[in-house]
């Protein structure tokens, strides 16, 4: 046992070394030469074949004399005259001489005799002849090893390789022709056409055989190798011989030539082109024709074309189409090849008429119900030279519809935009309006055939191609059942030749669908609203601009009257086309998303025109109202009244004799001026969170996703799903609905909640000028405006802190009389109407402050220089309007009552003020008409449409949200700075101390 063990293990030891001597001897070989099949000789000895596997030449089994290289030089072949008896390629090849009668046989595995002499070189047998024959094998499969030459008999002729006799292909079997001449001869009376033998009659006239027949119209000016090879035969096949392929196949043509015909040419005269020559068939029905000819035309029985809108409007679909549940355009294909073979009846989804590639979910998205599609894209020119990817079919389309459970197809006219009417001199009629249309029923989405030239061959020279579809629905208007019109397909067709697709050129491609309804309701509504709401806005105008009028002092109609007439009517109309444009957009969101059968639609783009126009017209509008507004609020005359007494006179008497007053601080003027300054032009709401929570709710939380022309009103959509185009008048619905709520909800609580219990800038700024001794006179017209009164009840402010403290605490305890400036009342804030007189004593002393501001500036000296006119001007209207508020005046008085119903409600005075001004009582809030705080209306509106036309130039959210703060960030800037400077000349408050 051991010695057994023993001997095994010395044997594994030698065979371990034996294989470590094998490997330390084998070499690495780290590259081979390059070679190819060119490189291959032959010898004197044999001949070399490129060996794939070795990449390198290696010779033939047998020499020269058996064996040469195969043609593409991968293998070795046997020389003429000798047979296979292996034959497995490379150097497993075996060859064996023939006798020396003998030659190969077509298999190359046998010798055979030859029926006549033998070829050359032994390269086969003399032919027989072109009538003979001369077989290899009977018809059981045995060899004949003796041929021999046979005679085809009459009406066959020898196939492609003289093995056998064949029925002659060309020759049309019919009782009234039957016998075209022996051996397939083609001979007068008959002429040869693609392959075909006709009787001369069949064909058509030779004029339609000359070129300009197999031309292609609109492409390159050569004759057509297919136009050529078929066009005479199919007109012959389908018109005498009645072939349903022959039939389709001259259609088909006629398809290519994108329907061109002459009109006179269909009665008598020649035929010039396919169409012509399927027009001129024998048709029962011009609109439906006889079984075998296919239907392309919409003509009558006069051959007169029937008026595209008549078709489209012939009669409603018996389907009812809805929303919920969701319905789908079933639309169906008949196919067939350019041969006119029947390809079938398919549906068009996954793309069958689509050239652009995209998911199945978005291609498909396009035939549901409702959905405005579209979708476009640039495609490499050279791929529609590919046959098997785009081969050359043609469609006819149909609807299926289902009625009372019983499904049919309605035929889909169908609209050649770039058609060409020969008897219009080449006019592209088609293009425009229904009327007048040449409506057919077939179409292609590739033609890489068609341009192949006779003469050349090879590839088409020039591709047409399906460059725009466009499936228009047309909803029957006037009811809510949900039945459309018959659609219609519009088909443009492009091209693009070879040189330019070599080139690496690519092409744009578009498919739509398109919903319409008629517009007439939409535009009788639009109109009426547009016309009754814009007279009753300019009549308004016209009674603003007399409220002007009054409150200004203007009697007459001057060219003022006219340029504020002007400002007004743009206001009102601005509302009004605001209104009008809003509450047609929010019918058209709410009702067409929320609609179960369908009987609305979104509205086209030329029905848009007339919307479109007013809602641009209601900004520009706006526009000018909020201009007119800075304007006029920037042009206001305000005054500051000081209250405050001096304090008694200095203890030095001066050279008359008489002591002087100790004069009164200035400061608390300021500091009320500053105040005013500061609230000019704060809004009731945050116009930063406005925009930013209108973006947000858009953009982030996805309300925009509701604004696509698609039935789906879903906020959150999934990214596969395909997502239609935006809709301008749907983004405008939601912006202006989304912007209306946030400022509610501002308003709401900056009203009730922020400026009761936090903040009131309004009110605080009544308070600051009734503890600082100030009134403030506005006069916003020449005899109307507005009074703070800001008289203390104490009698002084101009004290140290705690004599203030003290005067508070007094105030709080009731210790004292009322604010107001009737006895014991709160009423701090007027309205106000005031004498003629009043007015004009005002502009009398202010007329010499103004006049050295002005000569001042014009100087150059700024604030600087003489300042006595002006501080006397400012003591004089003081003591003025100080004597008028305390009724000192008697040729100035006034009177303090509320305002009554008629007047509160139609917003003027219907009492004469000329010579006794009125104070009427408000709400504590009257005056800030003049700041942008009382103008929130006007300036929200101002704000949404900004937003909303930013975002129609740039279809935006977020960039329409920006565009609108910087912009209202400039108005309130222009405001601002107007006013500070109106400020500094009304008040006489020196501008170096508004800051």
Known sequence: MAAAFNFAFLLLILFTNSCLSQLTSFSYQSSIPLKSFVDCIQTQQSAQFFDISKLDCVSCSQNLTFQEASPNGQSCVCKPGYKYLRNFGGTEVLCQPCGADQVVSKSGYECVFCPNTILP????????????????????????????????????????????????????????HPSIGENCACTAPYQQQDGFCFPQETLPSTSAQTTSAFIIPDTEPTASKYFQDNLLAAYAMCNFYKNDTACQLLGNLCVLTLYQYLTRNLNTGPYSNACEMHLRLPFIERNFAPPHIPWLFYVSNSIERIDGEAVLKTDKMGKVYTFDPRSYLDYRVARYSLSGEYLGLSDVLNGRIQLCKDTTIRLNAAFTFGTTYKQTCKMDAIDFWDQTK???????????????????????????????????????????????????????????????????????????????IKINVNLVSGTTEGFIYPPALDIEYGKVSKTDADGGSTVDISFEVTYTYDPNDYKRDFRISIGVLSTLGVLYAGYKTWCWSKRSGRPSIDFQTIVHFFFFCSGTLANVFFVVTFGMAFYWLIFYKRQSVVYLVHPTTSQLKDWLGVFVSAFALKFLEVAHMIFMQCMIDVFFIDWERPKGVTGSATESGKSKEVPVSIWRTYFVANEWNEIQAIRKINKTFQVWAVVFFLVVVGFENTATKDPDGSVNKKSEDYRSEYSHVYRYALAVLVFLVTAIVQWIFFTFVYERFFEDKVRQFVDLCSMSNISVFIMAHAQWGHYIHGRSVHGKSDTNMKEMFELIKKEEEDNCSKRGLLPNDEQQTFMMAIP??????????????????????????????????????????????????????KECDYVVRPKNFLESLMDTEFDDTAETGIFYNDDGHSFDRVLFYGNEFTLIIFDMLTFCVADLIFQNYIVAGVITYILCEIVCMARNAGGQKNLAKKTLVDERFLI
Do not use: H, W
Request: net charge positive; charged share 25%; aromatic share 6%.
């Open 836 to 889: 003629r007189k009043l007015r004009q004593r005002y502009e009398t002393i202010r007329a010499p402050a103004q006049l050295e501001i002005a000569q001042r500036n014009a100087a150059g000296r700024g604030v600087g220089g003489s300042v006595l006119k002006q501080v006397e001007a400012y003591n004089t209207i003081n003591r003025l309007l100080c004597a008028f508020i305390d009724r000192s005046m």
């Open 390 to 468: 785009y081969p050359v079919e043609f469609m006819d389309l149909y609807l299926e519809i289902e009625k009372n459970s019983q499904k049919s197809l309605f035929p889909v006219p169908v609209n050649i935009l770039n058609y060409k009417s020969l008897d219009n001199a080449g006019e592209e009629t088609n293009r425009g309006g229904d009327g007048g249309k040449m409506l057919v029923r077939r179409f292609f989405m590739v033609d890489n055939v068609g341009n192949i030239p006779a003469n050349g061959g090879g590839s088409a020279q020039m591709v047409r191609y399906a460059k725009s």
């Open 121 to 176: 070189d032994k390269l086969g047998c003399t032919p027989c002849g072109d009538t003979t024959i001369s077989p290899e094998r009977d018809m059981e499969g045995n060899l004949i090893v003796k041929r021999q030459c046979l005679t085809c008999a009459n009406g066959t002729r020898t196939n492609a390789d003289n093995s056998r006799c064949e029925v002659c292909t060309n020759k049309l079997f019919n009782a009234s």
